[in-house]
Structure formats: structure tokens, C-alpha cells
Nanobody, 115 residues
Framework: VQLQASGGGLVHAGGSLRLSCTAS????????MGWYRQAPGKERELVAS????????YYAGDVRYRFTISRDSARNSVSLQMNSLKPEDTAVYYC?????????WGQGTQVTVSS
């Protein structure tokens, strides 16, 4: 079952976007969740993750203090609030469990930040 991310778009530098992803209740209860991104010509990387109890989070260094990951257990959803976006944040963003599992990769959502 692929996890589908949504909420991407085109914004100017300094703007904000909020990405969302909904998973099954089983996935949500069993796994930590993560947001990943892949920029053109680069490998896919972990951007942020949140533990299944919601009490701990991880952020990659270049998004720390700009991005916030959260999860809504009632809706089995995980979100990524992205503020102060930079052109280097341009990428396809995906949600998956953390560590990621192949079958859960969806198509991702494109985030484009113009300078």
C-alpha cells in the first residue's frame, strides 16, 4: 500500500507549504513516520521523522527550525509544515515509514521554490 503525499506546489522563497500524508491505522500504530525528499540529480534523503508515540522528532540539519513534522493519530496522518522555504528545498517530497520500506513509496508531491 503506497503512502501518498499531498500539498506540494510552487512558492516564492520565504513562503510556506504544508504537506500531508495519510496511512492505515496499522502503519500508524506500528511505525515511526518520515518525510523524505529527492532533488534533481540527488539521492533521496530523510528530511524529518517522528516517533510513533509522537514524543520524539528528528530533523535534517538544513531544515531544522524551518520545518515541523507532526502526526494526528485520530486521522492516521502525518504532516510537514515548511516555513521560510529556500530554492534548495525544491524537490519531490515523499512520506514513508522510518526506516523506509519499499512498498510504501508513493509518487510524492513536487515542491518548487522560486528565488
Amino acid at each position: 500500500v503506497q503512502l501518498q503525499a499531498s500539498g506540494g506546489g510552487l512558492v516564492h522563497a520565504g513562503g510556506s507549504l504544508r504537506l500531508s500524508c495519510t496511512a492505515s491505522a496499522h502503519i500508524f500504530q506500528v511505525y515511526n513516520m518520515g518525510w523524505y525528499r529527492q532533488a534533481p540529480g540527488k539521492e533521496r534523503e530523510l528530511v524529518a521523522s517522528i516517533w510513533k508515540d509522537g514524543k520524539n522528532t528528528y530533523y535534517a540539519g538544513d531544515v531544522r527550525y524551518r520545518f515541523t513534522i507532526s502526526r494526528d493519530s485520530a486521522r492516521n496522518s502525518v504532516s510537514l509544515q515548511m516555513n521560510s522555504l529556500k530554492p534548495e528545498d525544491t524537490a519531490v517530497y515523499y512520506c514513508n515509514v522510518q526506516p523506509p520500506l519499499g512498498p510504501y513509496w508513493g509518487q510524492g508531491t513536487q515542491v518548487t521554490v522560486s528565488s
